[in-house]
C-alpha cells in the first residue's frame, strides 16, 4: 500500500516576476508552500499551455484519490527530450510542488523522484524552476571560470 | 541654365526624349537603386530565433541570458546584471545573490516607472482572482507573446516582415510602407505595426493594441491602457548569431518613463517552428 506523505515547507520566494497572461500560477495555487505527494501515473499529457501529469494517491485508510499535476510548457520540455512516454502509467512517483488554493489535489510541480533515484524536473519555469536555474548558472559560471 | 539652354539647342525630339530621361527613368532608376542598396544593408534577419529555455546549453549564451530566461529582463536591470557579472568582486557570489542584487535596483527603477494610477491597480490586484485564459489568446499581450519562452521565426520581404511566433501559432506582419498600411482604427490583441530598418536593427512601432495585462519585473502585474504603444528593436549582432530584442512600451496612464524589456535570441538555422496544441484546462482548477 501505498503511503502518502506530505512535508510542508515554507520559504520565502524571491520577487522575480511570475505573471504570465495565459496563466499565473499564484491564481491557482499557492506559491510560497511546497508539498510532497507518492503516487503512481495514470496519464501523462505533453500539451500546451501547461503539461498535466494525472496520478493516484492511496491514503493512509486506502482510499485512491486522483491527483492532477502541471509542469512547464510542453514546447519548452520537448526540447529538453520529454516525450510522452516520459512518465508512463504505472510510474510510481515522488513529485512536489505547490498545492492548490482551493486545497484540492492539485500541485504545480517543481521535482518528480522516481524509484530509481532518478529526479526528473520538468516545472513551471515561473517562479518554481528559478532556484534550479541559477544552481544550473552557478556551475556554468564556474566552468567558464575555469576555462578562462 | 546652361543645363536648360542644353535642352533648347536640341531638336525638339532629342531634347524630348532627353528630357524624359531626365525626369522619369533617373529618378525611377536611383529610387530602384535606394531599395537595391537598402536590401544589400539591411541586416538578415531570416530564420528561427530561440530563447534560453528552449536551448540553455547553447554556449552562445552569455550568463545574463541565462539569469534572464523567462521572459527576459528589464534593459535597465540587464545592464545592471552584466555590470555585476563582469566585476571581479564578484567571481565567488552566487548568480542568486546577483539576482537579488539586480532586483533591489529594479524595485528601485519601478518607483520612477510606475504612476500612481498603477501602483493603485497593482494593490488592487488579487492573484486568485485573474482569469486563466483556457486556451483563448485574446487577453494576452504583445509583450508576453514576443517574450514567451518559445521560438521565433522571421521572414522580410521588401514591403513587409512576417514574424511568426510558436506560442499561439500567431503570426504578424510588420509594414514597411506606413503610408500604404495606415491603421484602420480598430484595436487588435497584436495591434497595427509599422516599421523600418536603422542600420543593422529593425525597428518596429505598434498602436492599436487591445489592453492586457503586463508583467514587471519584481512587481505585481498591470493592467495597460487602451493608449499604450510599442517599439520594438531587433538588432542582429555583429557576427549574426543573435537578435537582440528590445520592446519599449510606452503608456502614461501606468508609466511614467518607457518601459524598456529585453532578451537576446539565438539563430537556430536546423530548427522549425512546432505546432502549439493547446488543451483546454477547464473544470481540473
Redesign the interface.
Known amino acids: 500500500m501505498l503511503k502518502r506523505n506530505i512535508y510542508t515547507l515554507v520559504f520565502t520566494l524571491c520577487a522575480m516576476s511570475s505573471v504570465q497572461g495565459h496563466h499565473n500560477p499564484a491564481s491557482h495555487y499557492v506559491i510560497d508552500k511546497m508539498v510532497t505527494v507518492e503516487g503512481i501515473v495514470t496519464q501523462f499529457r505533453l500539451i500546451n499551455p501547461h503539461v498535466r501529469l494525472y496520478f493516484d494517491v492511496t491514503g493512509e485508510n486506502g482510499e485512491v484519490t486522483s491527483w492532477f499535476a502541471e509542469g512547464n510548457a510542453a514546447g519548452v520540455l520537448k526540447r529538453k527530450g520529454w516525450t510522452t512516454d516520459s512518465l508512463k502509467p504505472g510510474t510510481h512517483i515522488k513529485i512536489s510542488g505547490y498545492p492548490a488554493r482551493d486545497g484540492g489535489p492539485k500541485l504545480d510541480w517543481k521535482l518528480i523522484e522516481l524509484d530509481d533515484g532518478t529526479v526528473m524536473r520538468g516545472g513551471n519555469t515561473v517562479g518554481i524552476e528559478q532556484d534550479l536555474l541559477l544552481d544550473d548558472i552557478d556551475k556554468r559560471r564556474q566552468l567558464e571560470d575555469e576555462e578562462s | 541654365m546652361k543645363f536648360i539652354n542644353c535642352f533648347v539647342r536640341q531638336q525638339r525630339p532629342v531634347a524630348l526624349a532627353r528630357l524624359f530621361t531626365v525626369l522619369v527613368l533617373l529618378p525611377g532608376f536611383f529610387a530602384n537603386n535606394a531599395v537595391a542598396a537598402e536590401k544589400d544593408t539591411r541586416p538578415d534577419l531570416n530564420g528561427v530565433w530561440v530563447p534560453v529555455?528552449?536551448?540553455?546549453d547553447d554556449p552562445r549564451w552569455r550568463?545574463a541570458d541565462?539569469?534572464c530566461?523567462?521572459?527576459g529582463c528589464s534593459l535597465g536591470g540587464f545592464n545592471y546584471l552584466q555590470e555585476l557579472?563582469q566585476d571581479p568582486e564578484n567571481?565567488n557570489r552566487?548568480?542568486?545573490e546577483l539576482?537579488?542584487e539586480m532586483?533591489a535596483y529594479q524595485?528601485k527603477f519601478n518607483e520612477k516607472l510606475l504612476t500612481s494610477k498603477a501602483r493603485q491597480s497593482q494593490a488592487d490586484f488579487d492573484?486568485?482572482?485573474?482569469?486563466?485564459?483556457d486556451?483563448q489568446?485574446d487577453?494576452?499581450?504583445l509583450r508576453?507573446q514576443a517574450l514567451a519562452?518559445?521560438p521565433t521565426e522571421i521572414e522580410q520581404h521588401d514591403d513587409r516582415v512576417i514574424v511568426r511566433y510558436?506560442?499561439w501559432n500567431a503570426e504578424r506582419v510588420i509594414y514597411l510602407d506606413a503610408n500604404s498600411h495606415p491603421f484602420a482604427g480598430e484595436s487588435s490583441r497584436l495591434g497595427h505595426s509599422v516599421g523600418h530598418y536603422e542600420g543593422s536593427t529593425l525597428v518596429v512601432e505598434t498602436t492599436g493594441l487591445l489592453p492586457?495585462?503586463?508583467?514587471?519585473?519584481?512587481?505585481?502585474?498591470i493592467m495597460l491602457s487602451a493608449n499604450a504603444t510599442a517599439v520594438e528593436q531587433f538588432k542582429l549582432s555583429d557576427d549574426g548569431e543573435a537578435l537582440d530584442f528590445i520592446m519599449e512600451i510606452i503608456d502614461p496612464d501606468n508609466f511614467n518613463l518607457p518601459y524598456q524589456n529585453y532578451r537576446r535570441m539565438l539563430k537556430a538555422p536546423d530548427w522549425e517552428l512546432?505546432t502549439?496544441?493547446?488543451?483546454s484546462?477547464t473544470g481540473?482548477?
Open positions: 529555455l528552449v536551448s540553455f550568463i541565462l539569469v530566461a523567462r521572459t557579472l567571481k552566487r548568480t542568486k539576482l537579488v532586483e524595485e492573484p486568485s482572482q485573474e482569469a486563466s485564459l486556451c489568446p487577453g494576452d499581450g508576453h519562452p518559445l510558436e506560442y492586457s495585462m503586463t508583467g514587471i519585473p519584481t512587481s505585481e502585474p512546432d502549439f496544441v493547446c488543451e484546462i481540473e482548477y
